[in-house]
C-alpha cells in the first residue's frame, strides 16, 4: 500500500506543536538574564583612579584632579574628612594625583605611599612620592621619599604614568611614562619611560639590572596599570600606543619595550614584544590578577572590561569582553573578598567574577532553536517536503578563541585617548 503523505497544511501543524511544546521555554530562558555582576559601591567622585585594600577592611582611594586620599570604611561609608589632601598638585590632562600603595607591613608601620605630580615655580614638572602614616583614618607625618622624574619646563600633561605597588619581594614599584618626549625612554640615565624599581625608602635595589639606577625595564611610552600574578611572579602591564599598538606586555627585568624605535610587534631580538597588541588604541589602563594567569584589564576608549588568560609560558588561550559601559574603565583592582573592583571617572564598582556569561541565554536560544530546526528538517524531509530554513540565529559576537603562541592583534574603533 502506498504512503499517504499528509497535507502541507497539515505539516505545517505539526511543526507548530513542536514548536509550541518546547517554545515557551525556549522564550523563557532567552529572556532571563541573571542578576547584574556589576554592582555599584560609590558614585559622585573626581577620578578615582587607584584604591588599596587595608587588612582591617578599609578600602582606600585616591582622587586624580582633588589631590584627596579618601577611605570607605569596613561597613561601606565614605568618611567624609580626607585622609590626606595632597598640594600643590598639577593636575591638567593626565597629571595630578596618580597612584597610591599600602606597605606591605602596614598593619605595623601604618605607612601609605603617594605618587603625584606637580610644577615648580620654574615650570619644571616632577614625579614625587611621598609617605604618610596613617594615624586612625588621617594621614601625618608626611615624609618625601624620591622625586622620581623632573620634565623639562612646561612638558605636555601627558604620559606620566604614576601607577605605584609593592611587589612580592617587598620592593616599590612605579610606572613612569615619557611625558610626550619620545627618546628619553631608551635613555638608560633617564627615568622618564621606565618601569623602576626602589626600595621603600627611595634608595636602588643592589639587584636592580642596571647597576645604580632605579630603571626595572625600559623603552615604555605612557602606562596605567601592572600587577603581579602571586602563582608565578610575573609582572604584567599595561601600555597605551600612539595611533596604534597599545600593548599589553609582561615585564622581565632589564627588559626594553621598544618605545619609541619599535612599536606593537617588532620581530626584533633587541626589544620585548607584547603578548598582546591592539591594532588601534582602546586604551588599556588597570590590569589585575584573579586567578593563576587569568587576569582583568579595563580600557578607557571603550569601557570595556576584558578577561585575559595565558597558558604557564605567556602566550594567550582566550581572551573574551565581560563587560562594557558608557564611560572608560581606570583602576581594575581585585579585592580581598573575592570581586574585582573597577572605577571610572565618578564611581567605584565591583564585578563578580564568578558570574555567568551574559550571553549564555543567547546561547541557550541558539541551540535550541536549532535543533528545533533540524526536527522540522528531519521531518519534513522525510515526508519529501522540500524546506528551506531562511533565518539562521546568529550568536552574539565574542572575543573569545585559542591561540597559539602568536600575540593578539586586534582592530577597534572609536575615539582614542592615547
Aim: proline share 8%.
Amino acid at each position: 500500500m502506498p504512503l499517504k503523505i499528509p497535507s502541507l497544511k497539515l505539516l505545517m501543524k505539526i511543526v507548530i506543536l513542536i514548536v509550541l511544546s518546547i517554545g515557551p521555554w525556549i522564550f523563557s530562558r532567552a529572556q532571563s538574564s541573571p542578576s547584574s555582576p556589576v554592582t555599584t559601591i560609590l558614585t559622585g567622585l573626581s577620578f578615582p583612579v587607584s584604591l588599596r585594600f587595608a587588612p582591617d577592611g578599609r578600602i582606600f582611594f585616591n582622587e586624580k584632579n582633588t589631590g584627596n586620599i579618601r577611605i570607605i570604611q569596613q561597613n561601606g561609608t565614605l568618611l567624609s574628612t580626607p585622609f590626606a589632601t595632597i598640594s600643590p598638585i598639577f593636575t591638567d590632562s593626565e597629571s595630578g594625583l596618580l597612584g597610591i600603595a599600602l606597605d606591605p607591613s602596614f598593619v605595623f608601620n601604618r605607612f601609605l605611599y603617594v605618587y603625584y605630580i606637580y610644577r615648580d615655580s620654574q615650570s619644571y614638572t616632577h614625579g614625587h612620592i611621598v609617605r604618610y602614616t596613617a594615624t586612625g583614618n588621617i594621614g601625618t607625618s608626611p615624609t618625601n621619599v624620591l622625586d622620581v622624574v623632573s620634565a623639562a619646563p612646561n612638558a605636555p600633561p601627558y604620559h606620566n604614568g604614576g601607577y605605584i605597588k609593592f611587589g612580592p619581594d617587598g620592593k616599590l614599584y612605579t610606572q613612569v611614562g615619557e611625558f610626550h618626549q619620545g627618546s628619553p625612554a631608551q635613555d638608560q640615565s633617564s627615568t622618564t619611560g621606565k618601569m623602576l624599581r626602589m626600595n621603600p625608602d627611595g634608595s636602588i635595589p643592589s639587584d636592580n639590572p642596571f647597576p645604580g639606577s632605579l630603571v626595572y625595564a625600559l623603552g615604555i611610552r605612557n602606562a596605567f596599570g601592572f600587577d603581579f600574578d602571586p602563582s608565578n611572579g610575573r609582572l604584567i602591564a599595561t601600555e597605551a600606543g600612539p595611533n596604534t599598538d597599545d600593548e599589553i606586555n609582561i615585564i622581565v627585568k632589564g627588559g626594553n619595550y621598544g618605545w619609541p624605535t619599535c612599536l606593537g610587534i617588532c620581530h626584533n631580538p633587541s626589544f620585548t614584544d607584547p603578548i598582546v597588541d591592539f591594532n588601534l588604541v582602546v586604551t588599556p589602563t588597570g590590569i589585575a590578577t584573579a586567578a593563576p594567569n587569568v587576569y582583568y584589564f579595563g580600557e578607557w576608549n571603550t569601557g570595556n572590561l576584558e578577561r585575559l588568560e595565558l597558558s604557564t609560558n605567556g602566550s594567550i588561550v582566550s581572551m573574551t569582553q565581560v563587560y562594557t559601559q558608557s564611560g572608560g574603565i581606570i583602576a581594575v583592582e581585585m579585592g580581598p573578598n573575592g570581586k574585582l573592583y573597577f572605577t571610572s571617572p565618578n564611581g567605584i564598582y565591583t564585578y563578580d567574577v564568578q558570574s555567568p556569561v551574559s550571553a549564555m541565554p543567547n546561547s541557550i536560544f541558539i541551540i535550541l532553536a536549532i535543533t528545533v530546526s533540524i526536527i522540522a528538517t528531519a521531518v519534513l524531509g522525510y515526508l519529501g517536503i522540500r524546506y528551506r530554513r531562511r533565518h539562521s540565529p546568529q550568536p552574539v559576537p565574542r572575543m573569545q578563541q585559542s591561540w597559539g603562541s602568536f600575540p593578539l592583534e586586534m582592530e577597534l574603533t572609536g575615539s582614542c585617548l592615547h
